[in-house]
């Protein structure tokens, strides 16, 4: 692989980026300038065989993704972008940098799952020292005298169904069903790096 095909990829995951950090999306001009550019470098390169190494390199990045997309799995940015990639790298590259890309995509995705976790362990924790000291509460409340005890609403304890509001807490997640959201990210904080491991390799 030239260093110039390399470079040029750079050049587009870059932009993508960028672009996919900020917003979540990749224009749709960046592959479509890139792709036919990728074309007419490798035709200057080495003519016909240059047109037909960038047309596999094409398909090879951009029918994989095609079927992951159709799944669901990634936007239809990335798959585009890939297509284009593959017009630089060529077939066997694109697909060691989509392995590269999965790789660090899997492993960016399990380390958020557990970062998370561990965040919704703390939140339990937090809510569990909450709990006590709303059963200090009551107890103090129980030695009252019994009018001051029916003189309270159940407003008072701030629940419902005269639930103290951490039981509630702990029953309805505040963040209204955070465990059942889909999680997204940018693609582009896997393919980078993935780029750099394909340059470094």
Same mark, same amino acid.
């Given at each position: %692989?030239?260093?110039?095909?390399?470079?040029?990829?750079?050049?587009?995951?870059?932009?993508?980026?960028?672009?996919?950090?900020?917003?979540?999306?990749?224009?749709?001009?960046?592959?479509?300038?890139?792709?036919?550019?990728?074309?007419?470098?490798?035709?200057?390169?080495?003519?016909?065989?240059?047109?037909?190494?960038?047309?596999?390199?094409?398909?090879?990045?951009?029918?994989?993704?095609?079927?992951?997309?159709?799944?669901?799995?990634?936007?239809?940015?990335?798959?585009?972008?890939?297509?284009?990639?593959?017009?630089?790298?060529?077939?066997?590259?694109?697909?060691?940098?989509?392995?590269?890309?999965?790789?660090?995509?899997?492993?960016?995705?399990?380390?958020?799952?557990?970062?998370?976790?561990?965040?919704?362990?703390?939140?339990?924790?937090?809510?569990?020292?909450?709990?006590?000291?709303?059963?200090?509460?009551?107890?103090?409340?129980?030695?009252?005298?019994?009018?001051?005890?029916?003189?309270?609403?159940?407003?008072?304890?701030?629940?419902?169904?005269?639930?103290?509001?951490?039981?509630?807490?702990?029953?309805?997640?505040?963040?209204?069903?955070?465990?059942?959201?889909?999680?997204?990210?940018?693609? %582009?904080?896997?393919?980078?790096?993935?780029? %750099?491991?394909?340059?470094?390799?």
């Amino acid at each position: %692989m030239e260093a110039w095909n390399l470079w040029g990829c750079f050049l587009l995951v870059g932009i993508a980026f960028g672009t996919d950090i900020r917003s979540m999306r990749i224009p749709n001009w960046l592959p479509l300038t890139f792709a036919p550019a990728g074309f007419l470098l490798h035709a200057l390169d080495s003519g016909m065989e240059g047109l037909l190494h960038a047309a596999v390199g094409m398909a090879a990045g951009f029918l994989p993704l095609l079927a992951l997309y159709a799944c669901g799995g990634i936007g239809a940015g990335d798959v585009k972008l890939f297509g284009a990639a593959g017009a630089w790298l060529g077939w066997l590259a694109v697909t060691e940098l989509m392995l590269y890309s999965f790789l660090y995509g899997g492993l960016g995705g399990a380390a958020f799952l557990i970062a998370r976790r561990i965040s919704r362990i703390r939140k339990a924790a937090a809510g569990t020292q909450a709990l006590s000291g709303e059963a200090a509460v009551l107890a103090w409340t129980a030695g009252q005298s019994p009018h001051s005890r029916s003189s309270q609403t159940p407003e008072d304890n701030n629940g419902k169904d005269g639930l103290p509001s951490p039981v509630l807490a702990a029953a309805e997640p505040a963040d209204g069903g955070e465990a059942t959201s889909p999680v997204r990210f940018p693609f %582009m904080l896997a393919v980078l790096p993935g780029l %750099m491991t394909l340059w470094l390799s």
